[in-house]
């Protein structure tokens, strides 16, 4: 795939974030935004996060030029309170909601984000959410929402060999698409 033909922006000043997309290849212009990270001192230290997050993609709306946004993120913040997902949390995640800061956390996801989230949607851009690090008891997982965004996860664990990456592809003028393959089919040789 020739991953030159895209324009990828990158709407975050992380130099650890602009390092990961170099290593992997990718040219990208950065455009960001100054948003102010306070939050409310009573806010659940579980929803200050969600909180942020919320008002940076408000900001960034203006970023969005697309049919497409594509989010990456780490924590399966889409699982928790979701009526259908919410009950696959275990046998998808390598704990219960709330058993590993690391892992899965309740978070104001469905309250603040999604619904902005479904407002682009509706408007014609289409909303996929990519996490990382899903865990080691499932190495994809695909789950569209009745609004029509689309949940994807990959997680990489060590020595196993049917370890799965995402591969995106996409062409002016048609849809994006993505499948998941193994990594060892794109390793070096």
């Known amino acids: 795939m020739n991953i030159e033909k895209y324009k990828i922006i990158l709407a975050s000043k992380s130099p650890r974030r602009s390092q990961l997309l ?97 407002k682009l949607e509706q408007n014609g851009i289409e909303v996929i959410m990519v996490a990382g690090d899903i865990g080691s008891k499932v190495n994809q997982f695909e789950y569209k929402t009745k609004e029509g965004i689309v949940l994807l996860a990959t997680g990489l664990e060590d020595g196993r060999e049917d370890n799965q990456v995402l591969v995106f592809e996409y062409d002016k003028g048609s849809a994006l698409t993505w499948k998941f393959e193994g990594v060892l089919s794109h390793s070096p040789h």
């Open 22 to 118: 170099r290593e992997a290849g990718f040219k990208f212009e950065v455009k960001t935004m100054d948003v102010d990270e306070s939050f409310p001192a009573d806010l659940d230290r579980a929803e200050v996060a969600g909180f942020i997050a919320r008002k940076k993609a408000m900001a960034a709306k203006d970023l969005i030029k697309g049919d497409h946004l594509i989010i990456l993120h780490h924590k399966l913040i889409w699982m928790p309170d979701h009526p259908v997902l919410d009950a696959q949390a275990y046998a998808t995640t390598n704990g219960m909601v709330g058993d590993c800061f690391f892992c899965l956390m309740n978070n104001n996801f469905y309250k603040e984000i999604y619904p902005e989230l479904v």
